[in-house]
């Protein structure tokens, strides 16, 4: 067995972590000769409600709970009460955690509260900082993998660009998918151009609020799996050849995105480290959806920004 590691998940008594808690405690993320210390932080069912217990030497923080939208809430608002949330938990990680924490955030709006999370802890790396884009890229490969009679595992290598909301753009120009034991572009195996840049994109795009509409709650289980692959990924890095999608900063260098952006990208990740997958050629069609889901994130985050400083 090696050292115990300190994991936090906040929102514990939430329905994501409901599924989570079982999955990081079986072994299924951290390896199974590896002992987590588990602090579950929540405002309803107290484990321990209280920053200084719960970020204490943290090795890894998934932050779920957050404020969710209620009826008729302004999105401002909404972000707003999340500003207030993720600047005092930033603080706490600044404060209590280790300097090497991986910080995971999936409460929405994920990315904007991942980089408020992030402003709030100047003494720990920003590279350590991710949001969750993971369920819409295994969403993506779903869809596709469906259309082509295959499983979702013989799929790789969409992206996800953007920001988890409905402006995200789901990209398989990259992707590939094996069909009898060979490799092939899924352009080139669909032959549905008009699929791909129509039904594909906006299935994706909205499957969140389908989730919602057919189950009258979000989505929960495939939530919780999508986390265990983001960070089980971090942790392990990423399978040679593959790579996978997250919400991280921009660095103003890498595809037209601009700098401190909290933007989900194609990365790959080895000794728990993640780089840009540099040089994807980007045709128009994409240049135009990845520039629109920037220009939504660079709103949200000047509105948070307005919020953080006065918060
Ligand atoms: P939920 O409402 O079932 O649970 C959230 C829990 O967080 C509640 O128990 C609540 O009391 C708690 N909470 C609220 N504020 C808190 C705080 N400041 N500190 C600690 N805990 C707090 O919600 P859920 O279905 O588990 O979803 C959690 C979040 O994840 C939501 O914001 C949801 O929109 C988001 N989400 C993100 C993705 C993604 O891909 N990024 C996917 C699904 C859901």
């Not at 309803?44 to 709970?65: H, P, R, S, Y």
């Not at 013989?154 to 909301?165: E, L, Q």
């Not at 050629?281 to 953080?308: G, H, Q, V, Y």
Request: net charge neutral; aromatic share 8%; with cysteine.
């Amino acid at each position: 067995m090696s050292e115990p590691i300190r994991v936090l998940v906040t929102g514990a008594a939430g329905q994501i972590a409901y599924s989570l808690l079982y999955s990081i405690g079986n072994g299924s993320v951290f390896g199974k000769d590896q002992l987590c210390v588990f602090i579950a932080m929540s405002t309803d069912v107290i484990a321990t409600d209280k920053e200084d217990v719960a970020f204490k030497d943290l090795d890894v923080a998934i932050l779920v709970g957050s404020m969710p939208r209620r009826e008729g809430m302004e999105r401002k608002d909404l972000l707003k009460a999340n500003v207030k949330i993720f600047k005092s938990q930033g603080a706490a990680l600044d404060k209590y955690a280790k300097k090497s924490v991986k910080v995971i955030v999936v409460g929405n709006p994920a990315n904007t509260n991942c980089l408020t999370a992030s402003k709030s802890a100047p003494s720990i790396p920003k590279e350590n900082f991710s949001c969750l884009t993971r369920l819409d890229h295994n969403r993506a490969k779903a869809q596709i993998a469906l259309k082509l009679g295959v499983t979702a595992n013989d799929v790789k290598n969409v992206i996800i660009w953007g920001n988890h909301s409905s402006t995200q753009y789901p990209d398989v120009n990259h992707a590939k998918v094996k069909l009898q034991g060979k490799e092939v572009g899924v352009y080139e195996a669909l032959k549905d151009d008009s699929w791909l840049k129509g039904e594909f994109v906006t299935t994706v795009q909205q499957r969140g609020a389908a989730v919602i509409k057919a189950r009258k709650l979000s989505s929960a289980m495939s939530a919780a799996k999508a986390i265990c692959d983001h960070v089980r990924d971090i942790w392990f890095g990423t399978p040679e050849g593959e790579f996978v999608s997250m919400g991280v900063i921009s660095d103003g260098n890498s595809y037209g995105v601009p700098d401190d952006l909290l933007y989900s990208f194609p990365v790959v990740i080895k000794n728990k480290t993640w780089k840009f997958v540099e040089g994807l050629p980007i045709n128009d069609f994409s240049r135009e959806k990845m520039d629109l889901t920037a220009k939504e994130l660079t709103e949200e985050k000047e509105s948070a920004f307005e919020f953080l400083s006065s918060a």
